[in-house]
């Protein structure tokens, strides 16, 4: 989607969590992350001088990084932004994001700058990356044309097919001199493990930046009850909703909206599940085999940063690797490398976050 003029500002078309900022009872809360926002302004300053940006926001399930992008563009009134998204469904489709973009250009300009070449029509499955790269690079060089800057999101890079990915990326390193501020979203890690390539430019590249979101602060947990109107918890409740969630937003305001100021409570130390997630989770658990089920249940009792090898035993899982990657595949763990044993790695509650009691 484009926006080209503050009548129709990105935020009111935004494909993020709570849809617009459109006032209201509904109304979109959002808080904190000002470092973010900050940074996110400083690269867009860059961007307008010439100096092509691109960032990495990335962060577990739920943890706000399309809350943060979105609230990013709706301080940037009138701010050009084309937004597309990877999709795990769509993940086997050649080029579907470069499409997605490609499509949002050409919908919000009609006229002005045609779909490149190798774009137009179906996707090509047979296309080179490179090649089309060259022709998004194109594409996102057109959108600053009649504007300062342009922003050019794309959302979930984990889930983005193969052949977007190496197209976006070909793009990136060919931008140079352009007002253009890119923005990718991406699960924990998600986007170095795409290629070498991509690795290598979010490591090293000047262009390249990446913001990693963790928790929200106890206070801004606070200050999120506050404007979900729920001002009576008390500051030990608040506390236990924090150390539970670990800031993560999607977890607390989901408690929140499940359960009262009183079941929050009495729910004390054991602050359990909620079910939105847990229905989320459960027919995902079912589908695994029983090594694989049984370590992601070790896994979350054991917490986040869990050895590898404690969960097995927990789990009494003799082939913890092969456990590891099905829970992997799954999106129910996630498997780091353990800072303190090299080579050793550590489950962490993938998707969605947080640990199941
Ligand atoms: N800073 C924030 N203030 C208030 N609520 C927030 C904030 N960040 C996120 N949320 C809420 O948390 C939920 C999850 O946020 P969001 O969808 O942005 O997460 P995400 O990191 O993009 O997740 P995913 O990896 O699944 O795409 C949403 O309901 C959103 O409104
Ligand atoms: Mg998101």
Redesign the pocket.
């Known amino acids: 989607m484009l926006t080209t003029d503050a009548d129709q500002p990105a935020r009111d078309r935004f494909s993020?969590?709570?849809g617009g900022d459109r006032g209201g009872p509904g109304a979109?809360?959002?808080?904190?992350?000002q470092p973010e926002l900050d940074a996110l302004e400083a690269a867009l300053a860059a961007a307008r001088a010439g100096e092509p940006q691109v960032i990495v926001v990335q962060?577990e399930?739920?943890?706000?990084?399309?809350?943060?992008v979105l609230e990013f563009l709706v301080r940037q009134r009138g701010l050009p932004a084309i937004v597309a998204s990877g999709e795990q469904a769509e993940a086997a489709m050649p080029f579907g994001v470069v499409q997605q973009l490609s499509a949002e250009v050409a919908a919000a300009s009609p006229g002005a700058a045609a779909a490149p070449d190798l774009l137009v029509g179906d996707p090509c499955p047979d296309a080179d990356p490179l090649a089309v790269g060259g022709e998004v690079r194109a594409l996102i060089s057109g959108l600053q044309r009649r504007q300062a800057a342009a922003v050019v999101v794309v959302?979930?890079l984990q889930w983005a097919d193969l052949p977007s990915a190496q197209a976006l990326l070909f793009a990136c390193r060919r931008l140079g001199g352009d007002r253009v501020m890119m923005v990718f979203?991406a699960?924990r890690g998600a986007a170095a493990e795409l290629s070498e390539g991509w690795a290598r430019f979010i490591g090293s590249d000047r262009r390249a930046s990446v913001l990693t979101?963790g928790g929200?602060a106890p206070g801004e947990l606070r200050l999120?009850c506050g404007r979900l109107g729920r001002t009576a918890l008390s500051a030990r409740t608040l506390g236990q909703l924090a150390d539970h969630t670990g800031g993560n937003?999607?977890l607390a305001?989901a408690l929140l909206e499940e359960l009262t100021d009183e079941e929050l409570t009495a729910q004390g130390d054991f602050l359990r599940a909620p079910r939105s997630l847990a229905s989320l989770i459960l027919p995902r658990l079912a589908t695994l085999s029983r090594p694989a089920r049984d370590l992601v249940i070790a896994a979350s009792v054991l917490g986040d940063s869990a050895p590898l090898a404690d969960a097995a035993q927990l789990a009494g899982t003799a082939k913890p690797v092969a456990a590891l990657e099905k829970a992997e595949r799954a999106g129910l763990l996630l498997g780091r490398e353990n800072p303190g044993r090299p080579g050793d790695r550590v489950p962490a509650a993938a998707d969605p976050p947080g640990h199941l009691r």
């Open positions: 993020g969590p709570d979109r809360v959002f808080v904190g992350r962060g399930a739920g943890i706000g990084k399309s809350s943060l959302e979930d979203t699960r979101l929200l999120l937003p999607l305001r």
